[in-house]
T-cell receptor, first 111, second 115 residues
């Protein structure tokens, strides 16, 4: 059974203080990994898809990387507007029906 | 493109009432799904569809029905609302290639309260 674990559960940063969020996974064959951002009261917003170990994707202050066991979401010089919950998920494998989501990391960036 | 749209945004029901949550997408995605999100429980799949006329159950289907008569629309029906169905409901869609589900795009959600 696919498992996705995110750490830390919550992270508080000062504006400009760079850090990384972790998403470790156990799957029967890597089929890709998705990162989402979710603001309070809103639906998850798609950020990145990573398909193979070594792949990297960037968007503004965010950079996602992937290894065979985990993915990192690096946040460089964050701003208060980066405050949100960040979710990672893996797509369903053969015979499964749903994405498997991690429980998320709640990020708060203080000015 | 509007992406994935959901109506209503908020709804309050009494126990035993029925209602339909609407979901539509304009991206021509084959795969559509309904999730509920509860504090401490994460996102849980209720029902999903891999194309018009094809639906199947997710992990928490009891008390909900779905149908998919068109590619664009995927309504979720609550048959007889119960307080346990108080939640935030998200509809999502994605494209598939060779039955492989790719990144899902979510709607803004419907916040449902059942009294």
């Amino acid at each position: 059974e696919d498992q996705v674990t995110q750490s830390p559960e919550a992270l508080r940063l000062q504006e400009g203080e760079s850090s990384s969020l972790n998403c470790s996974y156990t799957v029967s064959g890597l089929r890709g990994l998705f990162w989402y951002r979710q603001d309070p009261g809103k639906g998850p917003e798609f950020l990145f898809t990573l398909y193979s170990a070594g792949e990297e994707k960037e968007k503004e202050r965010l950079k996602a990387t992937l290894t065979k066991k985990e993915s990192f979401l690096h946040i460089t010089a964050p701003k208060p507007e980066d405050s949100a919950t960040y979710l990672c998920a893996v797509p369903p494998g053969t015979g499964r029906r749903a994405l498997t989501f991690g429980s998320g990391t709640r990020l708060q960036v203080q000015p | 493109n509007a992406g994935v749209t959901q109506t209503p945004k908020f709804q309050v029901l009494k126990t035993g009432q029925s209602m339909t949550l609407q979901c539509a997408q304009d991206m021509n995605h084959e795969y559509m799904s309904w999730y509920r999100q509860d504090p401490g429980m994460g996102l849980r799949l209720i029902h999903y569809s891999v194309g018009a006329g094809i639906t199947d159950q997710g992990e928490v289907p009891n008390g909900y029905n779905v149908s998919r008569s068109t590619t664009e629309d995927f309504p979720l029906r609550l048959l007889s609302a119960a307080p346990s169905q108080t939640s935030v409901y998200f509809c999502a869609s994605s494209y598939t290639v060779s039955a492989r589900v790719h990144e899902q795009f979510f709607g803004p959600g419907t916040r449902l309260t059942v009294l």
